[in-house]
């Protein structure tokens, strides 16, 4: 005889909003933002920089995202599982990912002092400048996609890598 194990979840919560339905030019700016914020860096770092941001800022539609996405640019599950504790899995990055990561928090948690000069200085040393600019970028984008995720409540496991929403 075999028994299965059946397992209830919580309900999805739904959206407050569609609010890329109702604000379609917000939405496409963003889009075009989003995809010159990035132009020119490796897709497995913006990948590491956008899954970093949305953690601190609690977007589960945003991790979800970009996990899938991460995983479709070759991107390892250790070291998407690692990136929440980076500090203590430091040894599954390079220095130049450390950098980015270093930023990213610094950008997106502004309450914490700023960005401090010797954060900004340490992704200085990794990136040629234009490279450090688009890298801010990436990092201001995803943190306006965080806001409006979070707020609206978009409901993450539905997106498909490859299948903009």
């Known amino acids: 005889m075999t028994t299965e194990e059946i397992t209830e979840y919580a309900a999805e919560r739904p959206a407050r909003l569609s609010w890329a339905q109702l604000a379609p030019d917000v939405y496409k700016a963003m889009a075009r933002l989003d995809t010159a914020a990035k132009k020119g860096l490796d897709p497995r770092l913006v990948e590491l920089v956008r899954l970093r941001a949305s953690a601190l800022n609690h977007c589960a539609f945003c991790l979800d ?5 991460a995983l479709a640019a070759g991107e390892s599950v250790q070291r998407i599982v690692q990136l929440n504790a980076w500090e203590e899995s430091r040894h599954f990055y390079t220095d130049r990912e450390l950098a980015a990561i270093e930023l990213t928090e610094a950008v997106t948690v502004l309450t914490d ?6 954060v900004y200085e340490r992704a200085a040393k990794h990136f040629e400048e234009a490279e450090l600019a688009q890298l801010i970028a990436t990092i201001a984008v995803i943190n306006a996609w965080n806001r409006f995720g979070v707020t609206s409540r978009m409901t993450p496991g539905h997106y498909e890598a490859g299948k903009h929403q």
């Open 65 to 69: 995202m970009h996990t899938k996405d």
């Open 113 to 118: 002092g700023f960005v401090p000069d010797a």
